[in-house]
């Protein structure tokens, strides 16, 4: 199983959280800089540094959880592909707001004044474990392999980079990435009709106006490259077809019918069934989707959620 197309096409909040986390963890945190931006309770408690509560979610502090944290947040934009980025938005906020708050509860329940303190570790781990939940319930297994007698999915892999992130420095990751987790099933529970919420179009717009220069699209991407190419070149093979019509029968060649996109594949019908989904509803969104796999299985996923 995959997040869809590579890239982050219709996955433009997606591409602004990897960016800023992304630049500031290299400027920032990997340079020593995370554990000034961290939440401890003589921090937030003591001194009232209070904009730790904002920085302390934008900065990882060591590669490994640079490199694990970005990648998972590049997988789940699939879920900003289902929702859309105005309810993927108010998802990302409100984890992100919860998880925080937990973290904080959780320091004063631990209430460890001294300078040496636990500090938490800081970064996205609200919107990156709040997103295992949607993940767990809504995304299906489509493989299964035995390595060594143990069994596997297509979902493991995601998993295994999740707990790496999660154990990767203990109880200071570990009570971060627990509380993204409450905040995802509080999300999940609809308090408040949160699922229904979103991010207001004018704040949308003012926002897109804003990071324009840093949210616009990379150059094309392949398939659009591609798909432009291909125009190009029916187009071309089109006119000569055209001008020896007219030359031989002294008349305007007549307009060629778009083709049909051709009938489902057998094997992509069968793997979304095997998924769990309906054989009728699986053609119908293979034709929507012109035989993309991926897309298809969005598509489904997405009728599901309303």
């Known amino acids: 199983m995959n997040a869809g197309p590579s890239g982050f096409q219709n996955a433009a909040v997606t591409k602004g959280v990897v960016i800023i986390v992304g630049v500031v963890s290299l400027l920032v945190g ?16 003591r001194k009232l540094q209070l904009w730790r509560l904002i920085t302390s979610n934008f900065i990882v502090s060591t590669s490994p959880e640079l490199i694990f944290g970005l990648y998972l947040i590049y997988f789940f934009r699939v879920f900003e592909r289902q929702l859309g980025s105005n309810k993927y938005t108010v998802f990302v906020l409100f984890s992100t707001f919860l998880t925080t708050l937990l973290e904080v509860i959780a320091l004063a ?24 939940v949607p993940f767990f319930f809504d995304i299906p297994i489509s493989t299964r392999f035995r390595v060594f007698g143990v069994t596997f999915s297509d979902k493991s892999f995601i998993y295994l980079a999740g707990l790496q992130l999660l154990l990767s420095s203990w109880k200071r990751s570990l009570i971060p990435g627990l509380c993204g987790i409450l905040a995802g099933f509080t999300y ?10 979103k991010f207001p179009e004018s704040l949308a717009s003012a926002a897109a106006k804003l990071f324009r220069p840093l949210l616009s699209s990379v150059a094309s991407s392949p398939t659009s490259t591609g798909s432009r190419h291909t125009g190009a070149r029916e187009a071309a093979n089109q006119a000569p077809l055209g001008r020896s019509f007219e030359g031989r029968f002294g008349a305007s060649a007549p307009p060629l019918a ?22 009728n509803m699986a053609v119908q969104a293979l034709a929507r989707s012109r035989n993309d796999l991926m897309m298809a299985t969005n598509l489904l996923l997405e009728s599901q959620t309303r």
């Open 30 to 45: 990997t340079q020593g800089g995370a554990r000034a931006c961290s939440l401890s309770y003589q921090a937030i408690f």
């Open 109 to 132: 329940a631990i209430r460890d004044p001294t300078s040496s303190g636990i500090a938490l570790s800081p970064g996205p781990y609200g919107l990156i474990f709040a997103s295992f």
């Open 188 to 197: 999940r529970s609809n308090v408040l009709g949160l699922r229904r919420m």
């Open 258 to 279: 778009p083709m049909a996109p051709p009938p489902p594949p057998e094997e992509s019908v069968s793997t979304l069934v095997a998924m769990g989904f309906d054989r």
